[in-house]
Structure formats: C-alpha cells, structure tokens
Nanobody
Framework: QVQLVESGGGLVQAGGSLRLSCAAS??????MGWFRQAPGKEREFVAC????????YYADSVKGRFSISRDNAKNTVYLQMNSLKPEDTAVYYC?????????????????WGQGTQVTVSS
C-alpha cells in the first residue's frame, strides 16, 4: 500500500524558516514534489524533484527561497523553506507520480499526502 506521510509544518514569523518532510512507502517514484493550497484559492505547484534525470523545478513565487531535496535511501523528499512570507501560508501537500508529463499540473500526480499546515505571521 502506497503512503505519503508529511511532517514539519507549523507557525513561523515572516522571515523565518521551516523544513517539510514527506516519507513515501510502498514504492519508489520518478517524481516527488510539493503543492500548496491557501484558503479560497486553487491548489498550486511549489516544487518537484525528478531524481532519474537529476532535475528540480520551482514555482516562480518560491525560487531563491525554497529548496527541494530527496534522500532516495529513505524514499523521502524535503522542502526547505526560507525567508517565509505571509503569502506562503497554506496547506502543503506532498505528491508523487510514476510517469512523466507536465510537472506543475496536479492531475499528473498519482499519490498525495494528507497535507500539513504552514502559517506565516506578519
């Protein structure tokens, strides 16, 4: 049974940092990444890692502030979030897929975590 279990969310002041973790079990994935959904907004792509080709991708809104990494031995992906802003407040979801396709479209991902809340106060 495939599971994605996230951890690391919380409350932080603007300018602070958080690190999210997502541990996968049941299989390995070609791509693992993160999406987020703020209240009243659609879910949006944040970042992903395609380990086979060694590439990472970021939404423009987080470039230079967030960093995604992956530990294949632990089947875990991390999202280091620095210089956090109030507009980063959202529920963050880990996502994984086995195929290839558009990397920033949530419909291209097969498995999802339960979500973890990140709140950035001003």
């Amino acid at each position: 049974q495939v599971q994605l279990v996230e951890s690391g969310g919380g409350l932080v002041q603007a300018g602070g940092s958080l690190r999210l973790s997502c541990a996968a079990s049941g299989r390995t994935f070609s791509t693992m990444g993160w999406f987020r959904q703020a209240p009243g907004k659609e879910r949006e792509f944040v970042a992903c890692n395609r380990w086979i080709i060694g590439r990472t991708y970021y939404a423009d809104s987080v470039k230079g502030r967030f960093s995604i990494s992956r530990d294949n031995a632990k089947n875990t992906v991390y999202l280091q979030m620095n210089s956090l802003k109030p507009e980063d407040t959202a529920v963050y979801y880990c996502a994984a897929r086995t195929g290839v396709g558009v990397i920033d479209r949530d419909s291209e991902y097969d498995y999802w975590g339960q979500g973890t809340q990140v709140t950035v106060s001003s």
